[in-house]
């Protein structure tokens, strides 16, 4: 059984949110100023969105590797504290706007500063720490920088367009291209490397502060991905490399036609043959990256709901039964025990609760989902919960609110006033752990909502400044916080 949370809060920001003078959040000064906040707020958890590189819609949770960091978080100025950049190369910035992230633009700048750090680091030694993280990270490293080296040579198309013998990982075509591209095999293990030697240190300062980190686990793993380009025979693909069998949720209140995510699915037997190394290795890994680990969709591990290829929506799906307790049996000790939360939301079955409960795993509350006419009543929490005002896919609660409850709220209610009711009353339940979208701590509306499900634009590009964490909202943030004793 997963020991009991302590009653504690936190908050929800993904890191490309952050302040930084290169048009994206990255794991430099502001990351740290960040951590510096929650110390001030008294917070004890902050939980962020798969740190994984996007691929599709520049989402986290739909990625080119479950196990690769994304490398347009590396901090630039760090860069340059290691001689690998003059402070003089990155002085002419493009005007990257303030409040979002242009990912095209980001993309195209920090790449190619990072390609001129990457031919000052081959002039020197391979350093110890280099060489070691190599070693480390073989497992996946190896086939991860092969696939991305394979995906530019090849334009950037997905993998099972590619020249077939590469495709589908003939011996000879590995060996011609290995040879072939290897400096640019060369430069994304110089990239992995960069990004996590910079993680490590964030999260080293993090947890010297009294700071866990929540990272998120996606159940399912993008089609165009390293992962299925590597382990073909896990998933539900046809001779060409194309998913057969896709991922989704069937339709509901929200979503008449449900949604296609288009994941492909995988073959659990198969996965369970081999005693689920894939997973135990995905989840050890991410075990040694964050504190705490939410697991997305955990209801699919006792049913998902599966539709044919080809389908233009998820309507004609089915429910098909997952791996269940047997998976969690296999692959517990991966993570530790106490480190799974468990996101229960959506259709929940009593099977559902049933394998959560088996567990000890906490499930998660959403407190838009919850409420019905704005009305300040605090709700009942089980005390093995993680209670939120809305997660990365909900509204901003004031945006919420307006939408859903101000017909119920007095007009003179601020905004402020509004969005700290709602947080005092999901800090004041017995849920032992609670944690706050910094745009709910900061008050936004609409426009700052960081994605919208169903949608393909507009989406993960929310970022804040620094002058918006003002002396006042610590202060009523640590208040508050220590009033509710977390």
């Known amino acids: 059984m997963e020991k009991p949370l302590k009653r504690r809060s936190g908050i929800l920001l993904h890191p490309t949110s952050l302040p ?99 031919r000052k680091f081959q002039q020197r030694p391979l350093s110890p720490a280099f060489k070691e993280f190599c070693t480390t990270q073989n497992y996946w490293l190896d086939d991860y920088c092969l696939f991305m080296a394979l995906k530019k040579y090849h334009g950037g198309a997905p993998w099972n367009q590619w020249e077939e013998a590469a495709a589908f990982r003939c011996d000879y075509a590995l060996t011609h291209y290995r040879g072939l591209l290897a400096d640019e095999i060369e430069f994304h293990k110089f990239l992995q490397f960069e990004f996590f030697s910079q993680w490590s240190k964030l999260k080293h300062y993090a947890n010297s502060k009294g700071i866990q980190i929540i990272g998120d686990l996606p159940i399912y793993v993008s089609h165009d991905s390293s992962d299925v380009w590597i382990h073909p025979e896990l998933f539900h693909l046809d001779q060409g490399g194309n998913p057969t069998r896709l991922a989704g949720v069937p339709p509901d209140d929200f979503n008449e036609t449900g949604q296609l995510w288009g994941n492909p699915i995988y ?159 999901v800090m004041h339940t017995d849920a032992e752990t609670v944690i706050i979208p910094l745009q709910d701590i900061l008050c936004l509306g609409s426009r700052a909502r960081m994605n919208t499900p169903g949608t393909a634009t507009r989406n993960w590009e929310w970022r804040f400044s620094n002058e918006q964490l003002s002396t006042k909202i610590r202060e009523r943030l640590r208040k508050v916080t220590k009033y509710y004793h977390r």
């Not at 599966?306 to 791996?323: D, H, L, R, S, Y």
């Not at 009543?377 to 101000?406: F, M, Q, R």
């Open 267 to 425: 073959r659990w037997k198969r996965m369970e043959e081999t005693g689920y190394a894939w997973w135990k290795d995905r989840l050890r890994h991410l075990s040694t990256t964050v504190d705490l680990i939410r697991i997305d969709h955990f209801r699919g591990f006792e049913a998902y709901w599966e539709v044919p290829a080809g389908e233009a929506t998820a309507v004609n799906g089915k429910w098909v039964k997952g791996p269940g307790s047997k998976f969690f049996e296999a692959v517990i000790e991966a993570t530790g025990k106490g480190k799974i939360i468990a996101e229960d939301l959506g259709f929940i079955t009593p099977g559902v609760k049933e394998l959560k409960e088996k567990f000890g795993f906490p499930g998660m509350h959403i407190l838009q989902f919850e409420m019905k006419d704005g009305r300040f009543n605090v709700p009942l929490y089980e005390s093995n919960s993680v209670a939120y005002t809305g997660t990365h896919d909900n509204d901003t609660i004031w945006g919420w609110h307006l939408k859903n409850c101000a017909d119920n709220t007095a007009p003179e209610k601020t905004a402020e006033e509004v969005c700290w009711n709602y947080i005092k009353m």
């Open 20 to 118: 930084s003078n290169y048009g994206i959040g990255d794991l430099g000064i502001g990351a740290r100023e960040f951590v510096d906040f929650l110390e001030d707020g008294g917070q004890k958890l902050w939980q962020i969105l798969p740190l994984n590189p996007p691929g599709y819609g520049n989402s986290p949770y739909q990625c080119l590797s479950a196990f690769a960091g994304n490398h347009q978080l590396i901090d630039i100025d760090q860069i340059v504290e290691q001689g690998l950049l003059r402070q003089s190369e990155t002085i002419d910035l493009p005007s990257f706007p303030e409040d979002r992230v242009d990912f095209e633009q980001v993309s195209v700048y920090k790449t190619d500063l990072l390609r001129k750090a990457f």
